[in-house]
């Protein structure tokens, strides 16, 4: 399991578990985390069933008659199960540095040792209570931080995957999905894809243009020959920290804070000097929260889960750390905050021609079509109840200067529809409706124009079409800029309804080149900005600013998320752009948590500090206040829990 300092394996990096080697205990580490709790629990069950009032049996003796044992197993405890405390903190020792795994090995290893002293003087009950009470509280330290070190590790890891089979040159009919990422290497078609960002109105594909895995093709075929791709990996399950920066760099601070406690505490509570080296043990060992470790990593468990209710499956709990940090957004526009198709804008029909005459004849041409028109204009006629008229043939021209599609009705009826210049060449007057279709074309618009040719050819109008918002687009921009986060909208081609989101993100599209997302990511890191890129269906983003990535509409199997090469990456099943500001607001609110949460386990010392200042040392008030201070930090953990969502299906119109 990683810890802290350990840096995200790339894609295609060998899973952890195809390597570990080891006892079967450290190969099955849930034996550690049950084992260590359960001597924790034992021994503090045992303490309290020996004060509790009104019992017909004493424990006492059998405890002090039994006391090297308990030792024994607390030594192999501490030592065994929390094996890698141990190491943590001698690595620190050697490189001269505290921080916060150091105290963490501190405080049980001082309990340990306190254990140990206490015993040689057991026949007293003072001594007796003392030290049982520093092996239960040692014991509780260690199985806390295996425990909090298992919940950060997530599943266990994935056997690396078999390297994708050889796939050879398919060819790609008219309507059909393109099955793989590849090269254009005989045919010609309108392809409606696009990366993340790009636009997902159609474009033009001939020999040695590239395509992309989930695009749709249009009406013409496709030869494709793939990509050659590195073998498939099992994505990193990246583990966060035990502990944050916070607690790191006030580490030095924290530990000389709990040395002059202990000195102070040891000279004001020992009745006799030779007992001051044990009670300022002891002392280190209370001030050491038992649930210290845990605070953190049931926090990171409760996310994940909550997480997974909106609709995330996180791939580690690193990235709960890394979008907590973010101040920026970075989203492909296509399939994140704008739909993956065209809409019916504007309708401009020519003299003495109804709309629907217009739409009806352009939805009759396009019946027989694949293209992205084709599918726009069908929505709108069938939303309106239109009728169309049934086809005896029609034919599809894709040129250089445009594409066209050409259709003779069972009525004799020959009609075109196509760009411009297309309908140009075929002997149609355009002239007539330039000015209303030119103020029309605001960014990311396109035009269809309409034409008779027999019996007699005439212009039958312009239709105007573009990209729509999703449902929530507006709110998830709304509330990332009161948030305070940075933005920006990748590509600007395309981009219906670009000026309103511009204002709601109160800055600027990115141009869909390279220069200009180089310059992008070279401007941000002057900042200090910390991005977060958003995609859709996990296409790459090149150039883009270095940052943890949210997949949106990437189908998710159990814990199966897409690798990211180099990144922390996020995926779900749903559209709603709201889900992005969901999952941020929820991974801010675990620095608020974790602040609380280290001090609930911190306030949860003082009665034990105050008994040993008082020159007591009851047993069963130490371990009670450090079984009440795990139940407090696990409810504040749960907390979490009642964060709502703002994001609800998307109701489709069509």
């Known amino acids: 399991m990683l810890e802290e300092g350990s840096k995200p394996r790339l894609e295609g990096a060998a899973p952890e578990s195809a390597t570990r080697t080891g006892p079967s205990w450290v190969r099955s580490p849930w034996l550690a985390v049950a084992g260590a709790f359960l001597v924790f629990l034992g021994l503090a069950g045992l303490i309290l069933a020996a004060t509790a009032p009104g019992q017909d049996f004493s424990l006492w003796p059998d405890l002090q008659r039994n006391y090297w044992l308990i030792a024994a197993v607390s030594i192999l405890v501490c030592l065994g199960f929390g094996k890698r405390v141990q190491i943590d903190a001698v690595t620190d020792l050697l490189n001269l540095r505290i921080s916060g795994r150091f105290l963490l090995a501190l405080g049980a290893d001082a309990g340990l040792v306190a254990g140990i002293l206490f015993g040689l003087e057991r026949g007293d009950s003072w001594h007796l209570e003392s030290g049982l009470a520093a092996l239960a509280l040692a014991d509780g330290i260690v199985a806390a931080a295996v425990l909090g070190r298992r919940l950060l590790a997530g599943p266990g890891r994935k056997p690396r995957l078999p390297p994708s089979p050889v796939v050879a040159a398919v060819t790609v009919e008219p309507g059909t999905l393109i099955p793989f990422d590849g090269f254009v290497i005989g045919g010609r078609s309108e392809v409606d894809d696009g990366l993340a960002g790009g636009s997902p109105l159609g474009s033009l594909r001939g020999a040695g243009d590239i395509v992309h895995r989930g695009a749709r093709n249009g009406d013409g075929r496709l030869t494709i020959d793939p990509m050659v791709e590195a073998p498939a990996a099992a994505p990193a399950f990246t583990a966060a920290a035990l502990f944050p920066k916070m607690i790191h760099a006030k580490a030095l601070l924290i530990f000389i804070g709990l040395l002059a406690l202990a000195v102070v505490l040891a000279m004001t509570g020992a009745a006799l000097p030779a007992l001051r080296l044990e009670l300022g043990l002891l002392v280190l060992c209370v001030a050491t929260p038992v649930a210290l470790g845990l605070v953190r990593p049931l926090i990171h ?127 149609i007057r355009t002239s007539l409706l330039e000015n209303q279709a030119r103020e029309s074309l605001t960014t990311g618009r396109r035009a269809l124009w309409v034409a008779q040719v027999t019996p007699a050819p005439v212009l039958i109008g312009v239709i105007i079409g573009g990209e729509r918002l999703k449902p929530g687009a507006s709110e998830m921009c709304k509330n990332a800029k009161r948030s305070g986060l940075t933005g920006a909208l990748l590509d600007r ?85 709201r889900l992005i500001l969901d999952l941020l607001r929820l991974c801010r609110d675990t620095r608020r948590r974790e602040k609380f949460g280290y001090l609930l386990a911190a306030v949860f010392t003082l009665p034990g500090l105050w008994l040993i200042a008082n020159g007591q040392s009851s047993a069963a008030i130490l371990v009670l206040a450090a079984l009440i201070g795990l139940v407090g930090v696990i409810a504040n953990a749960q907390l979490l829990g009642f964060v709502t969502s703002t994001a609800t299906e998307i109701d489709e119109e069509d």
């Open 493 to 577: 081609r395309g981009a219906e309804g670009g000026a309103e989101l511009a204002r709601y993100l109160g800055l600027r599209f990115v141009e869909d080149d390279t220069l200009a997302r180089k310059a992008m990511a070279t401007e941000w890191s002057t900042l200090g900005l910390k991005p977060v890129i958003v995609q859709h269906r996990g296409d790459p983003v090149p150039d883009a600013p270095v940052g943890p990535r949210l997949l949106m509409g990437m189908p998710v199997a159990g814990d199966a998320v897409p690798a990211v090469a180099g990144d922390w990456a996020a995926a779900t099943a749903r559209e709603d752009p």
């Open 301 to 427: 468990a409760k996310v994940v889960r909550r997480a997974r209710k909106l609709g995330w499956v996180l791939n580690g709990t690193a990235v709960i750390d890394a979008l907590a940090d973010i101040s920026a957004l970075v989203c492909g526009r296509g399939g994140v905050v704008t739909r993956p198709e065209m809409e019916i804008v504007a309708i401009h029909p020519a003299i003495d021609v109804e709309a629907v005459e217009l739409v009806a004849a352009a939805a009759s041409i396009a019946q027989s079509s694949h293209g992205v028109w084709a599918r726009a204009l069908l929505r709108y006629a069938v939303s309106r109840k239109l009728r169309l008229a049934p086809l005896a043939e029609w034919t599809d021209e894709i040129l250089e200067t445009g594409f066209g599609l050409r259709a003779l009705t069972q009525g004799g009826q020959g009609l075109i529809a196509g760009t411009r210049d297309w309908v140009a060449d075929q002997g």
